[in-house]
């Protein structure tokens, strides 16, 4: 079964918008919650994590939030640069029951941000 | 500084032969981990190891197994290859302890033929 769930395959968005990535999340035993962006022939690259004590948390153009109640959680890029096209990954570890020591990966999102 | 280093980042393998990656972490850190990145599958985990020892391990074959040296830097291996094995195989490092950022490296494209 999936634990981690990026809804959305694909996301388009113009140049100095908003950009709203989402993900959703099954483990009541996650507890820490990454973001990565990833391009073609790359590793992925660490974007912003927050931790389950928070609400939101934010570097940048980029804010992450974190709604435990209804296990979802969403990345916020403002504004949306075309550099910023790429496929994001929502990823989450916990601190028992085997999911610790390891992250759990959404399918990722890919976005395009269009000039 | 420098980031987390795979090698070889492309091989051919055909089915029944094994492999051995490579993967050197950033420095001072003492966890690595292995993902297998599959366009059906995402990434998924396969191990991590913290000082030289297995903490996690994911659902893969037992023809996956790993190890970890006393440098952290780690190995995988993958025996009697198959098809499916073809996949973009991902290493991460980071300090080790709870809620750590992982740091990946660029990988390794298996094509298995």
């Known amino acids: 079964d999936q634990q981690v769930k990026q809804n959305s395959p694909s996301l388009s968005v113009q140049e100095g918008r908003i950009s709203i990535l989402n993900c959703d999340y099954t483990n009541s035993m996650f507890d820490y919650f990454l973001w990565y962006k990833k391009y073609p022939a790359e590793g992925p690259t660490f974007l912003i994590s927050i931790s389950s004590i928070k609400d939101k948390n934010e570097d940048g153009r980029f804010t992450v939030f974190l709604n435990k109640s209804a296990k979802h959680l969403s990345l916020h890029i403002v504004p949306s640069q075309p550099g910023d096209s790429a496929v994001y990954f929502c990823?989450?570890?916990?601190?028992?029951?085997?999911?610790?020591?390891?992250?759990?990966f959404g399918k990722g999102t890919l976005l395009t941000v269009n000039p | 500084k420098a980031g987390v280093t795979q090698t070889p980042r492309y091989l051919i393998k055909t089915r029944g032969q094994q492999v051995t990656l490579s993967c050197s972490p950033i420095?001072?850190?003492?966890?690595v981990s292995w993902y297998q990145q599959t366009p059906g599958q995402g990434l998924q985990f396969l191990f991590e190891y913290f000082s030289e020892t297995q903490r996690n391990k994911g659902n893969f074959p037992g023809r996956f197994s790993g190890r970890q040296f006393s440098n952290s830097r780690s190995e995988m291996n993958v025996s009697t290859l198959e098809l499916g094995d073809s996949a973009l195989y991902l290493c991460?490092?980071?300090?080790?302890?709870?809620?750590?950022?992982?740091?990946f490296g660029a990988g390794t494209r298996l094509s298995v033929l």
């Open positions: 420095s001072g850190h003492r966890s």
């Open positions: 990823a989450a570890s916990g601190n028992s029951g085997g999911s610790n020591y390891k992250l759990t």
């Open positions: 991460a490092s980071s300090f080790g302890g709870d809620k750590n950022i992982q740091y």
